[in-house]
Each structure stands twice: as structure tokens, then as C-alpha cells.
């Protein structure tokens, strides 16, 4: 496949390989409701709803949506046992993609790694959030912003693996990862300079495969050519990175959030790691985030489907 070098591209895409199905943990909340139907509208995803079905219902005539073309699952349960309802759906394949609804992060994320009935996998769970940024001729890949909190370097291996699978999906055969940290040179006093330098090596001696990493990198010149030359800096990664692997939560999440609300961009993200996709959408995310994220998930059932 070729190259999804914007959002729109992903749609093409996540239309071409879908519908993929979708099963929402309760999914009596509006905003979910009208993602996973513009998802249906658009060729995209079809999804099974768990939940109360009185309050799938009410939320279903409040926008408008015809409950006639979704399978509703009534669990009356909670929280947990909704959450734990749709991931079992997905384990035993009844649905490609779960999807998180009204319920809590913990609770929702409990019913993933349920080791009986979830989708444990053996590898980190990672979060990702994908970028398109006006000005740029690709989209970025922006890991870990959100899960992993001070990754080792044990952690950081996974969570570039989990990654450049992603990017695979997105069709960029080769990704170019900068291991980011505050400057391009080793510095033993400054972590993040050291680890990056060893995620370099690791993929020079074959412990990574299906990219070309180098760092440390700053951002600048990870993302600009031209200040990679500047500082003489002679990479194949530098000034052209797809993914942007930052060292610890805080700069991973003002990073994405800083092209979010200072750049004009679009924005999607996934959760990595499992035996499937996992949506986990915040309830400040738009409409279209939401929209791109299924898409991101379709695109990468697609790819593990393979």
C-alpha cells in the first residue's frame, strides 16, 4: 500500500479495508454514540453497543440515530462488567476493535488485561497519538503521551515496537524514529541522552527491526532539515522523523498537546499493545478526533489481520 501521508488518506484507507467491527464499553454516552455513527455513516466500522439498553436507547433518540442498524448487548451491570462484556466480545472474535464508552479509564483498561477473558498479549501497553501538521509532508507518530509514565529502556524497546507496527499500518514501510531528548549529543547527566543512544545501537545490531532509529535528537532536529544541518548533524532520521519517541509522560503529553492547541493540525490516537485495537478517547477530544481514531483502529486491524 502507499504512504498515508495525511487524515484524510487514513479515511480513504480505513473505508477501503473496513467496515471493521467496533464494540463499545457502555455506550449510553452521546459523544461516542455519534462518533461510532459517523464511523457507520462512512463505510468505516459497524459496532456492537454494551450497555444498558434503555440508556443505549435514550442517548440513540436524543441524536437522532436508528438503534435498527446496531446489535445492542444489555448489560446492566456497571461499569466492569460492561467493560469486561466488550472485550470478551473482541476475544473471542466477535468484533475486531474495543472502544471505550462511559466508564472509567481504570475500569475500562481492567477489562483489557483480564487474563481470562481479555486481550493480553505479552507486550507493553503504549498510547499514541498521530498528527497531521500543516506545513509537513507526512504524518507524525508522537509515543508514549499518555500510559507510560518513566519508561526503562526495557519499555522504551516495546513501546518503539509498538509503534513502528503502526506505522506499518499506515503504510510507511521504513519509519524514521527520533529518540528525542533536550539535546543531540550523549550527556551522562541528562537519562533520556543515554537511553536514546541505546534504542540507536539496538536497532543498528538488529534488536529492533522495521525502522531506522537515531538519537538523542532534539525536536528540531528531528523535524527540520534545515536545523539539522546546521548543527551538522548527518542522519538518515534527522529533519524527516515519523515517529517522535519522547522519553517520559510529561514530554509526551505537552508535545501532543502543543501541536493540538498551538498548530493547525489533526489529530488521532490509539492504544497499543493488546490482541487488538483499543480506542480510549478523552471527552475533550472533537468529534473528528474521535472519527480519525476509529479510522486508526481500522487501519491497524487491517494490518494485523494481514
Given amino acids: 500500500m502507499e504512504q498515508i501521508r495525511n487524515l484524510d488518506q487514513l479515511l480513504e ?54 438503534l435498527a442498524n446496531y446489535e445492542i448487548v444489555d448489560e446492566k451491570g456497571g461499569e466492569a462488567a460492561a467493560a469486561l462484556k466488550a472485550v470478551e466480545l473482541v ?27 481479555g486481550l493480553r498479549s505479552g507486550k507493553t501497553l503504549s498510547h499514541v497519538y498521530i498528527h497531521e501538521v500543516k506545513g509537513y509532508d507526512r504524518i507524525f507518530f508522537v509515543s508514549d503521551p499518555a500510559f507510560n509514565m518513566y519508561p526503562d529502556i526495557k519499555v522504551k524497546v516495546d513501546i518503539v515496537k509498538n509503534v513502528v507496527e503502526l506505522a506499518h499500518a499506515f503504510g510507511v514501510a521504513c519509519p524514521k524514529v527520533a529518540a528525542l531528548a533536550a539535546v543531540e549529543v550523549v550527556n551522562p547527566d541528562m537519562p533520556p541522552t543515554i537511553d536514546a543512544a541505546l534504542l540507536t545501537q539496538m536497532n543498528r545490531r538488529g534488536q529492533i527491526k522495521g525502522c531506522i532509529i537515531d ?42 498537546k502543543s501541536i493540538v492547541y498551538f498548530a493547525e493540525n489533526k489529530t488521532a490516537a490509539i492504544v497499543l499493545g493488546a490482541k487488538a485495537p483499543v480506542i480510549l478517547t478523552s471527552r475533550a477530544d472533537s468529534p473528528e478526533t474521535k472519527l480519525l481514531s476509529i479510522a486508526t483502529a481500522c487501519a491497524l486491524a487491517a494490518h494485523q489481520g494481514k
Fill in 13 to 66: 484507507h480505513a473505508k477501503a479495508v473496513g467496515p471493521k467491527k467496533i464494540s463499545v464499553a457502555r455506550a449510553e454516552d452521546a459523544e461516542v454514540m455519534e462518533a461510532v455513527e459517523s464511523a457507520r455513516k462512512a463505510g468505516i466500522a459497524n459496532a456492537v453497543l454494551v450497555g444498558d439498553e434503555d440508556k443505549i436507547k435514550e442517548v440513540a433518540a436524543s441524536l437522532g440515530i436508528d
Fill in 215 to 256: 538519537g538523542p535528537l532534539a525536536l528540531d532536529n528531528a523535524v527540520s532539515p534545515h536545523s539539522a544541518e546546521h548543527k551538522g548533524i548527518k542522519s538518515e532520521v534527522a529533519g524527516y522523523a515519523d515517529i517522535l519517541h519522547v522519553p517520559n509522560i510529561e514530554a509526551g503529553n505537552i508535545l501532543a
Fill in 91 to 117: 476475544s473471542t472474535g466477535q468484533a475486531q476493535i474495543v472502544m471505550k464508552g462511559m466508564v472509567a479509564t481504570a475500569n475500562f483498561l481492567r477489562g483489557v488485561l483480564n487474563k481470562e477473558k
